[in-house]
Nanobody, 123 residues
Framework: VQLQASGGGLVQAGGSLRLSCAAS????????MGWYRQAPGNQRELVAS?????????NYTDSVKGRFTISRDYAENTVYLQMNNLKPEDTAVYYC????????????????WGQGTLVTVSS
């Protein structure tokens, strides 16, 4: 199973970017997809997550509430992060994450990470 992230880049403060992350490979079901970020010298932190289609719940870290929106295309196993009103402190490498099963068995549960995409916000 692989996660392929895209959409990072350089943007001025106040601008917008949209990150995408597509999961591929042997997938039975994806329970949760999310975005994490890691700035230089900092630990990786959860930015936003979204659960399954059965009971869709979203979760955001406080610093991005009202500015970022996470969404999923369940048919395409893809997660998006729409980032608006970007600030210099949002500069980081963004990683997508998925918790999934490769078979109906609960013992097939995996946590998978994408390769990271750099977001740079200039002031």
């Amino acid at each position: 199973v692989q996660l392929q992230a895209s959409g990072g880049g350089l943007v001025q403060a106040g601008g917008s970017l949209r990150l995408s992350c597509a999961a591929s490979g042997r997938i039975f079901i994806i329970n949760t997809m999310g975005w994490y970020r890691q700035a230089p010298g900092n630990q990786r932190e959860l930015v936003a997550s979204i659960t399954s289609a059965i009971s869709t719940n979203t979760n955001y870290t406080d610093s991005v509430k009202g500015r970022f929106t996470i969404s999923r295309d369940y048919a395409e196993n893809t997660v998006y992060l729409q980032m608006n009103n970007l600030k210099p402190e949002d500069t980081a490498v963004y990683y997508c994450n998925a918790v999934l099963r490769t078979t109906p068995s609960r013992y097939s549960s995996l946590e998978v990470w994408g390769q990271g995409t750099l977001v740079t916000v200039s002031s």
